[in-house]
């Protein structure tokens, strides 16, 4: 559990109702059915019946403690923060939602509200008082938040999105995280149309990725070690594969990028991508190597290169990334499960044996 300032209101209320839900007890059980609370409906909270929830890759990482030394893992753990599901009740406050509205939940379910940055529009950044949808210190019932893999969730309605009924609910519940975390940094670096754009890895980011930067209007470029990929990665849009492996397909394409997007979390060599930037060029990293990469400095010297990080989006750019998808018909591509297979999922998702987003039915949790 991250070690946050506790500077929202901190009541510990006793439980509403208890939830069906899975959750890892520990960093070898698996995942397996298990009741956790959830709270009293407060006048600006909303109560969802989750319908589906997306498989993220670091919901594996939390369910087995493998980030330990940035973001502990507390346990029992429920994860899921891709959540797509329908209004069942309101606060007497809230305006936006009414019952039987299908909405979204991301990554974030509270910040402070008050610093620069979440005033800013920005609230992924709170330095003050982030709460992660799980595994983050819950200030209303006390322990931490508890995620999607559960067949409800009440989250305050500032950090609700509205899911467009022009979208594929089961494609579009992967947009709250995937989605918004390629869409994101390519807004931040205005990538459009006349730019040379690539995209590292095609696995549930990349091919995110892949789309967005095609629907802006960009020539996009895949680098992959895998050929077995070209094929797929075409059907998505793609101009042109580049295998990274090889170093005169890399070469022909030195000095001649505007941006690249990498999504890759294994550790690998990030000075070959550098030189494939021309002046100015930018690579944002979205993955999350477990230990640091070295960078040849120079490389980013002699042409003003920028090697720049991005998470996900605050909640006015993730609900402006929604309705950008319902304009443009963009969801992941996705292969539903249901939750009783969550364990082998994961063991499949450490295989990259999916195209390219596993998401739970969230109806096999009553079966």
Same mark, same amino acid.
């Given at each position: 559990?991250?070690?946050?300032?506790?500077?929202?209101?901190?009541?510990?209320?006793?439980?509403?109702?208890?939830?069906?839900?899975?959750?890892?007890?520990?960093?070898?059980?698996?995942?397996?059915?298990?009741?956790?609370?959830?709270?009293?409906?407060?006048? /600006?909270?909303?109560?969802?019946?989750? %319908?589906?929830?997306?498989?993220?890759?670091?919901?594996?990482?939390?369910?087995?403690?493998?980030?330990?030394?940035?973001?502990?893992?507390?346990?029992?753990?429920?994860?899921?923060?891709?959540?797509?599901? %329908?209004?069942? @009740?309101?606060? =007497?406050?809230? @305006?936006?939602?009414?019952?039987?509205?299908?909405?979204?939940?991301?990554?974030?379910?509270? +910040?402070?509200?008050?610093?620069?940055?979440?005033?800013?529009? !920005?609230?992924?950044?709170?330095?003050?008082?982030?709460?992660?949808?799980?595994?983050?210190?819950?200030?209303?019932?006390?322990?931490?938040?508890?995620?999607?893999?559960?067949?409800?969730?009440?989250? =305050?309605?500032?950090?609700?999105?509205?899911?467009?009924?022009?979208? /594929?609910?089961?494609?579009?519940?992967?947009?709250?995280?995937?989605?918004?975390?390629?869409?994101?940094?390519?807004?931040?670096?205005?990538?459009?149309?006349?730019?040379?754009?690539?995209?590292?890895?095609?696995?549930?980011?990349?091919?995110?990725?892949?789309?967005?930067?095609?629907?802006?209007?960009?020539?996009?470029?895949?680098?992959?070690?895998?050929?077995?990929?070209?094929?797929?990665? @075409?059907?998505?849009?793609?101009?042109?594969?580049?295998?990274?492996?090889?170093?005169?397909?890399?070469?022909?394409?030195?000095?001649?990028?505007?941006?690249?997007?990498?999504?890759?979390?294994?550790?690998? !060599?990030?000075?070959?991508?550098?030189?494939?930037?021309?002046?100015?060029?930018?690579?944002?990293?979205?993955?999350?190597?477990?230990?640091?990469?070295?960078? !040849?400095?120079?490389?980013?010297?002699?042409?003003?290169?920028?090697?720049?990080?991005?998470?996900?989006?605050?909640?006015?750019?993730?609900?402006?990334?929604?309705?950008?998808?319902?304009?443009?018909?963009?969801?992941?591509?996705?292969?539903?499960?249901?939750?009783?297979?969550?364990?082998?999922?994961?063991?499949?998702?450490? @295989? +990259?044996?999916?195209?390219? =987003?596993?998401?739970?039915?969230?109806?096999?949790?009553?079966?």
């Amino acid at each position: 559990m991250s070690a946050l300032p506790q500077t929202l209101e901190t009541s510990f209320e006793a439980p509403a109702y208890e939830a069906k839900s899975f959750a890892a007890k520990s960093p070898t059980s698996g995942l397996a059915p298990f009741s956790i609370p959830r709270r009293e409906l407060r006048p /600006d909270d909303v109560e969802i019946a989750i %319908q589906y929830c997306g498989v993220c890759h670091s919901d594996l990482h939390q369910a087995r403690d493998e980030w330990h030394n940035i973001m502990p893992t507390v346990y029992p753990c429920v994860p899921g923060h891709e959540i797509v599901g %329908q209004v069942v @009740k309101t606060g =007497r406050d809230v @305006k936006k939602f009414k019952e039987g509205d299908i909405v979204g939940v991301g990554c974030m379910v509270n +910040s402070c509200g008050t610093c620069a940055d979440c005033v800013g529009g !920005d609230e992924q950044y709170c330095s003050v008082a982030l709460r992660l949808t799980y595994n983050s210190e819950d200030n209303i019932l006390g322990g931490v938040t508890y995620g999607g893999y559960s067949e409800s969730i009440i989250v =305050r309605d500032a950090f609700v999105l509205r899911i467009s009924d022009k979208l /594929d609910l089961a494609g579009a519940a992967p947009l709250l995280c995937a989605g918004i975390t390629t869409y994101s940094p390519m807004r931040h670096w205005n990538v459009g149309k006349g730019q040379k754009v690539g995209v590292v890895g095609l696995g549930g980011l990349g091919h995110m990725g892949v789309k967005f930067a095609k629907a802006f209007g960009a020539h996009v470029v895949l680098f992959t070690t895998s050929p077995k990929k070209t094929a797929d990665a @075409k059907r998505l849009g793609v101009d042109e594969v580049v295998i990274s492996t090889d170093p005169d397909q890399m070469q022909k394409h030195a000095n001649s990028f505007n941006f690249i997007l990498n999504t890759v979390s294994a550790l690998h !060599d990030l000075n070959p991508y550098l030189d494939t930037l021309k002046l100015d060029g930018t690579m944002t990293l979205v993955g999350v190597p477990d230990v640091p990469s070295p960078i !040849d400095t120079p490389k980013l010297l002699f042409r003003r290169l920028r090697l720049a990080g991005s998470i996900i989006g605050g909640i006015r750019e993730t609900q402006e990334m929604l309705d950008f998808c319902a304009e443009h018909g963009i969801t992941s591509d996705i292969e539903k499960i249901k939750i009783q297979d969550i364990n082998q999922a994961y063991e499949r998702l450490l @295989k +990259s044996d999916v195209k390219y =987003r596993f998401v739970i039915d969230m109806a096999s949790l009553k079966a």
